[in-house]
Nanobody, 121 residues
Framework: QVQLVESGGGLVQAGGSLRLSCAASGSIFSINDMVWYRQAPGKQRALVAAITSGGTINYADSVKGRFTISRDNAKNTVYLQMNSLKPEDTAVYYC???????????????WGQGTQVTVSS
């Protein structure tokens, strides 16, 4: 069993910063893509940022220039540095990872339970 645990959410004023972490644990051979999603009330869950095992990065247009995704493969951890936060960034942020449990297996997708980010004006 693989578990993803997010941390670092909280309440921050507009213009402030937060750093989210997501650590994967359990039976893991390697992790391919690691992704941050978010879901605001009444909205569909949407991709925020993604990073492959090789370091290729993709951002949503709404966060480009403000958020930075990174990963530490030795720790099976992905980070999301969020700067210049806006009230519209308020959402539950979810970690997602595609995990290879053995060398010959395909990937399995796992989700974290989410962490609340609230940006006040």
């Amino acid at each position: 069993q693989v578990q993803l645990v997010e941390s670092g959410g909280g309440l921050v004023q507009a213009g402030g910063s937060l750093r989210l972490s997501c650590a994967a644990s359990g039976s893991i051979f390697s992790i391919n893509d690691m992704v941050w999603y978010r879901q605001a009330p009444g909205k569909q869950r949407a991709l925020v940022a993604a990073i492959t095992s090789g370091g290729t990065i993709n951002y949503a247009d709404s966060v480009k220039g403000r958020f930075t995704i990174s990963r530490d493969n030795a720790k099976n951890t992905v980070y999301l540095q969020m700067n210049s936060l806006k009230p519209e960034d308020t959402a539950v942020y979810y970690c997602y990872a595609e995990v290879r449990r053995t060398y010959y297996s395909g990937t399995i997708a796992y989700w974290g339970q989410g962490t609340q980010v609230t940006v006040s004006s």
